[in-house]
């Protein structure tokens, strides 16, 4: 059996980060796989789409990313997405 997503890229700014890709392609299967409340986990976050992708599907995301700039995208994104202001958790700062 073969499955084919039909994913719309309208609206998205897909040139901050090399590989980024389109919120939709991550929620569906975080959806068709975990509960609402589940942790997911992204070893290699890059510019946070799946960070996003769990918080519109109520799920806690876990990542990794090694590459600074990259780290700082995805902490943008996830806040202008989410309305907050993240938090360090070495030092609580904001």
């Not at 998205?12 to 590989?19: D, F, Q, R, S, W």
Request: a negative charge; one cysteine or more; charged letters at 30%.
């Amino acid at each position: 059996e073969r499955t084919v997503w039909d994913v719309d890229q309208q609206g998205e700014n897909l040139g901050v980060h090399p590989t980024q890709k389109p919120v939709e392609l991550f929620m569906r299967p975080i959806e068709f796989h975990t509960e609402v409340g589940d942790p997911v986990y992204e070893p290699f976050l890059g510019s946070g789409t799946q960070l996003i992708a769990a918080e519109r599907t109520g799920r806690v995301c876990y990542a990794i990313e090694q590459e600074p700039k990259y780290v700082d995208v995805a902490i943008s994104r996830w806040e202008a997405f989410a309305g907050e202001r993240a938090t360090k958790i070495e030092d609580g700062r904001r």
